[in-house]
Every structure is written in structure tokens, then in C-alpha cells.
């Protein structure tokens, strides 16, 4: 990976004048009065009452009550990092946008998400990320607010808030947290079709990724980009992560919650942290006008996507995430996104999600931040200084110079002056034309809903489908209420009749031919005529859905190797692996029996800093055993075999030094392709090659990874 140092830009820069260093510093209150004594309150008498004039405690003790802020309605769990976005291609023929001209370079926040759990909840929740991004422009900010699923459950912004109250805790008894599997979620899921494609995705390992830096990231939306002439071009974004895309599996993500609910926080600080700098290709689908109406397929229609084998997805530049934030709260929790900032050169389309979606953003950061002045935060700044006659609010802080805060004037010579009087550009929204009678409907190009969801499902291996199976089983096996599970099944039934068959075996339930009637009678509700005869899809199979790396292809970069000791281990079978790994920019960590020294077989000591009490096999990618006197206390060692077959039933791969390959005999583990021995031939490099596979997918015969 292309290690980029973290260079100064404008908004880094913006932030600094922010940034308070209290080293060296002496206690003050928080008007700058020196505290003399930070233990005792103030009394009459040291075993006396408290006194109301201690100024020094009140003001302690009244910023303390009120440390806490609503958290995001939803979103509310996620981490972030500062980056750039440089851009390599040159796409000026589409877009003026400055930040999308080639040599461009422009500061970014990025803050993922998953979607129902609250703040404190597990990162592995089986969820959407959220992928939303902040780009600090020269013309301001960019919000890109997107998630790593590139459709929506829903079409139309009116049924937002049904469907995060679907989704979230039940009202009455607030359970269950970061979960979709219960009966709320799938009620309202198998009520709406619509949502039958994002539903496949949720239900697919995307849900689950081994990393956030191993995700893809989507626009979802079909946006507008605009020429300096005016003119339009339909383009969906996509990020596409340089480590590849890769998931964990479900039991592992229900373990991992257990043994380390910041999972993928812990991972995201860490890279960065080490220099490890997470990076993403940008990519763009575009679409003349002039083919809006061409494809099988609604492009305003949020629950579709442009299959990469119909409109190829162009490269033209790369996201570099190079920096931490200094502070949780300042940035990552007051960071405001809203798909609404939007910069000259790039519009919003007609999609009724995404109009929805603007009004949403802005009315929830008011609330959550306390008021309008929100955008003067430091993270929400944008780096050229904003001027405009917008006064007061709670909690402003820039200083307006002046008498004048109106507009026109002439006290101000005009200023601050609109673009178009002086020949300047500024904002212009996309002049395209509208006609229309004013109606609550929906299109009947948005009814196709399972055409998709059966690319989805038929794009993925047999490994993966048979995960989706798992976790359709997994959710609906956790709905109490009979009807829902099988009004859920005639969806599936719609969708692909194999799918329906194997989810109803493991629900005991033959799966319906047709959707519920309670289910078309809501779908009527949008369209009428339902049922209506879906388009020919352009294509059956899409490559570019499936995560599962192709032969040659993957990359072991920044992925963690648990090297399993026990005092007495010998230093060269640790480093004949260890260089091995490095080499491919891997990871060795050592897993011994306590914290401190570990003795080595050719003498001396190697500082251990993890253990079998606090790390298991789901913490890592692949596992070894080195060589030394360490065996025989390895064989006594039940976490040891707990790390192996674990390991085993994931798929990872596992290396064995000369003189350890007994100990597999008290485990489950079998010699594959994927249980590689140090004897002859060139093992480390056949280790890396298993791992650069990601799993080692003919291990995996049905139930051998436990659901
Ligand atoms: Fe949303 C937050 C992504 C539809 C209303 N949304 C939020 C975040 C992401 C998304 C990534 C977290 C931003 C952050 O890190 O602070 N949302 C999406 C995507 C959608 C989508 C990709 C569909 C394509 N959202 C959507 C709709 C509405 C909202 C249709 C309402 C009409 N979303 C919100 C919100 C949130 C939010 C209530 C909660 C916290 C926040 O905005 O800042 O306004």
C-alpha cells in the first residue's frame, strides 16, 4: 500500500487554530480563573456543609451535566478519519466542479456508520455502513452521504421514518439493539417489496465487513453533473477500496461483538495510526441525458443500480484517509452531513429519495447541534470563509463586521455581492425542464422490484448464496409471528424459487407462489395495475456484485497473523513466517499465556502484549504454530485449540512449523489447501497465497461454518 504522508492543507490548517494543548498548562476554570485546589469543594468548616458560592465547582459540575448531545436519529454509531481526494482524470467535459478537475487535491472527512444501533453499540452488527463524506472544496462544502450498499430500502422519503422505526429497538421494550432480526423490521419489509433488493443485500456478507477500509462505498443516488456550459450528465459514485471487499462470516461477527464491540473503530485508528493509510479508487458511471429513459430500469428509482456490464464505471481519482481526528466529540460526533451542500458543477436528480433527503439533513443538525450556527463548528467549516447576511442564533461565533447585514445596500457597496452581478458563475441549479400536475403518486417505472434482487442473488458464488440463505434463516427464525415469516418466503418466492425453497426448509415453511394479500394491496396503493410486466433486464449476472477475489487477485496488506506461543518457542520458526508476512505488508502478533516476557528456546525473552485471555481466533486473518519447546504446553493449552478450530471452521488459513503438525491431531483441524505444512517447498509463500484468497471457500461445505 502507497504510503502517503499526512501534507498540510487548508482545512488541517483551519483546524489547528482550533486545536487546544493542555501540556504545560495550568488548571483554570472556564473563563481562564486559575483553580487553586481541584479535590474539595468549598465548605463551611472541613466537615461542614457545601457552600453555593463555589464558583470553581458549579462551573465543573454544570459543563458536566450537560456533556452529552442527542445522538444521530440514526447513524448514531460511527468513526472517522481525515483524508484527501485527489483527482487524476480529466472529466471537465461533464463536470465545472473545481474539486473534480484533474490535479486536484481536496480535504475530506469521512465518517462511516452503521445504521439502527445506538452510539455504544457493537461495530459487527449486521447493518448498512454508512460512507459519508465531507469534501472541503475551494467553492465549499460537498457532502457525499452515502453508504457501502449501493440501493435503498425505500423509494420515496415519506416512508423514512416507518422504516427507521421498523428497523430500530421496539418502542415498548427498546430490544433488541443494533438487530434487524426481529418483527417490526420484517413486518414492515414483507408489507413493501420495493425494498426486496436492499434486503438481499443486507442479508448478504456485505452486511458484515472485515474491515471498514475492505468496503465499498456508493453515491447510491443517480446525481447531476453540470458543465461550465449548463449542460447535464446523469453519474452515480462509487469507491472502490485498494485492500478489496471483504466480510467476515456471521458467527464470527457475533463473536467479535463479544470480544471486541470497536472492532472495526480499533482497525480504522490503527491503520492510520501506523501509516497504513486506507485508500479508495473513485470511480463514476455516466449517463447522458438524452439515455434517461433508455435502460429496463428507472434511474431515478433509488432501490435499482446501473449493472457496472451496462455503463462502465470510470476511474478518475483516488481517497486517501491519512489522519485521525484529534477529538471524538469536535469532530466525529459534530460532524454534520447533508446531501443538500452541494458545490457548482454538481446537482441533485429528480430521485424522490434523494429531494426527500434534503430537507432531512439540515432539520436534524439544527436539532442535534442546538440551533442554525452548526456550520461554524470546526468540522463543519468550510475552508474558503463564508459571507452572507444571516445573523445571531445560538452559539455563534463568527464576528459580523459592520452596520450592514441586508441585502441589496449601498452602505456595503453591494457586498457581500451575488455572483451573477459581477459575471461570476457561483451555484446554478441544473436548468432542466419541468411539467407536471402537482400529485402524491409513484411511477410505474419504480414497480419492478425483484428483477434486480435476483441479479443480486444469482451474481453471487455458491458460498455466498448459501450465506444469504443463512442469514434470511438466521433473521426470520428470530420473527415471532408466523404470518411475517411466511408473507417474507412469497417475496423470496418472486425473486428466485431455489432462495425460497432452502430459507422456507430451515422455517419449516413451503414458501407461498404468490405475495401475501396484504402485501398487494399495499403495493396497489403505488401502483394500481400491479401486477406490471418488468422490462427485460439488460443483463442476468453482474461480476462486479460478487466479493469473493478472483485467483490471483488478492492482497494480504495491513491483514493480522496470530502466531500462537508458548514459553520456549523457537525465534527462528517465528521468523522465518514473520519476514514472510512483513514482505507482503502483513502482520505477525504473538499470542502467548501472559503479558511481559515469553522465553525463547534459543535463549533470551520476546515481550508478549496479547493472550489467550483477551484474544481469539475472530480478531484475526489466518493463524500459525511455530516450531520449539513450546509444544508440549501448546498441547495442555485449551485456548489453543479453541484459536485452532475456530480458525478452521472460518475458512482461514492455518500454518503448521515442522515438529508442530501432532498438534493438529486433538484438533478438528483436516489438511486442505488451506492448512499449509512447513515441509519443502516454498510454505510461506503458499501461506500468503491462501490468505490473499480471503477464505478458503472449499472448506466450506453447508453448516461446516456454524450459523
Ligand atoms: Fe440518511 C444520516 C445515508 C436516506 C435522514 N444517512 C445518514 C448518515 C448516512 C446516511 C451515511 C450518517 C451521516 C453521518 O455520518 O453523520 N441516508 C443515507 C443514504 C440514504 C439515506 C445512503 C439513501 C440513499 N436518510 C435517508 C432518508 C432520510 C434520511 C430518505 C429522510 C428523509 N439520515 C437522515 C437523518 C440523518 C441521516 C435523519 C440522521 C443523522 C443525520 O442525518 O445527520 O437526517
Redo the contacts with the bound molecule.
Sequence with gaps: MKKIQPASNPKVEQLKTHVVDNANQRLTTNDGSPIYDNNNTLKAGNRGPSLLQDHVYLDKLMHFDRERITE?????R?S?AHGVLEIHEDITAYTSAKFLQKGAVTPLFL???T?AGFRGSTDLARDVR???IKFYTEDGNFDL???NIPV?F?QD?MN??DL?HAVKPEPNNEMPQAASAHDTFWDFISLMPEAAHMVMWAMSDRAIPRSLRMMEG?G??TFKLVNAEGKGTFVKFHWKPKLGVHSVAWNEAQKISGFNSDFHRQDLWEAIEKGNFPQWDLGVQLIPEEDELKYSFDILD?TKIVPEEVVPVKIIGTMTLNRNPENFFAETEQ????PGRLVPGIDVSDDP??Q??I???M???NY?LGGPNFHELPINRSVNQKHNNQLDGFAKSDILKGEVSYFPNSKQAGCPYQAMLKGETGFQSHKQPVDGKKVRERSDSFADHFTQARLFFRSQSPEEQDHIIGAYSFELSKVTDPKIRERELAILYQIDEALASRVGENLNITPPKELDPLTLQFVRQNHPNYPIKPKKPEVEKSAALSMKVKEGKGTIETRKVAFLVENGVSKASIDALKSALEKEGAEAVLIGPKVGPLKLKEGGTTDIAHTYFTDKSVLYDAVYTPAGDSVGALKANPDYYEFLNEAYTHCKALAFAKGTESLMEKSFVEKDAGVILEEGGDWTQEFVNAMKMHRIWEREKARKVPS
Design positions: 444521530r436519529v440514526v447513524h448514531a460511527g472517522a465518517r462511516f456508520s445504521v454508512g460512507f459519508a452521504v452515502g453508504n435503498f425505500i422519503a423514512f421514518p427507521v456508493f447510491v443516488h433509488v460532524s454534520a452531513f447533508d429519495l434523494l426527500g433527503r430537507f432531512s439533513y432539520d436534524t443538525q442535534r
